[in-house]
């Protein structure tokens, strides 16, 4: 089955023509109409330095229904402890940076280039990409960033400094979500680590039913206030 090669158009071919892999098309820009319309389809762009430009829509996809999440005992227990201060929109630009630093110096490649920082930065500007920051004697540790649209949230990539400040963020979005009222996390890929906070997977054609239910307009949204 070819790839794609996307134009001026930001309109995508249906998933369901993706490759096996989930390579969808090549090519495009990552423009804010471009993303928006790419992630309202379950389309995500995922390219290392040096590629082109590469969308994808792998199947199955892992998800993560927040009222389905599993809060790990000793989790639980240092949450109780207040030993974090959490914080959302404050600090995007530091948290999508440091998603790439950390790859980098654990000696992995990373998609988070510069390019897709800025794109990225532009869509928080615009209240379409949000982030969650979890701070430990004044400085950020840990933490997450996605985009949301209507009652989804598109996870993008998390890191952590210190020991359970991601997955704090992770319970932080969460609890979020059950008070704002998203119904659905989406992961992408598959991880034992999410795994074992309730994520799971399920196919194309259910996520397509669940992105036509969940996001019935793309509106902006003020910056988040964690309650």
């Known amino acids: 089955m070819p790839v794609f090669q996307l134009n001026t158009d930001i309109t995508f071919p ?25 992630y309202r389809r379950g389309i995500f762009p995922w390219y290392g330095e040096g590629e082109p430009l590469l969308w994808w829509s792998p199947a199955p996809r892992l998800v993560l229904f927040p009222d389905e999440f599993h809060l790990p005992r000793r989790l639980a227990r240092t949450i109780r402890q207040r030993i974090f201060t959490i914080t959302a929109d404050t600090s995007f630009a530091e948290i999508i940076k440091s998603c790439a630093r950390i790859r980098k110096q ?12 800025q794109a990225y930065s ?12 979890c701070w ?14 209507g009652q989804v949230f598109f996870g ?24 704002t009222g998203i119904k659905l996390i989406d992961c992408q890929m598959t991880t034992e680590h999410l795994l074992g ?25 003020k910056k988040w206030r964690l309650y």
Do not use: C
């Open 14 to 38: 249906s998933p369901d023509l993706a490759e096996p892999n989930g390579l969808l098309a090549i090519g495009g820009d990552l423009s804010a109409p471009r993303l928006l319309e790419a």
């Open 136 to 149: 430990y004697e004044g400085k950020i540790v840990g933490g997450l960033y996605g985009v949301a649209l």
């Open 156 to 179: 993008e990539s998390m890191f952590s400094r210190k020991t359970d400040s991601s997955k704090v963020a992770l319970h932080a979005l969460v609890s979020h979500a059950l008070k």
């Open 106 to 117: 654990k000696g992995e490649e990373t998609w988070i280039t510069a390019e897709m920082q």
């Open 197 to 221: 906070f309730g994520a799971r997977e399920i196919s194309r054609e259910h996520l397509q039913k669940l992105l036509h239910r969940y996001i019935t307009e793309t509106m902006p949204q």
């Open 122 to 133: 532009r869509l928080h500007e615009l209240g379409f990409a949000h982030s969650i920051e």
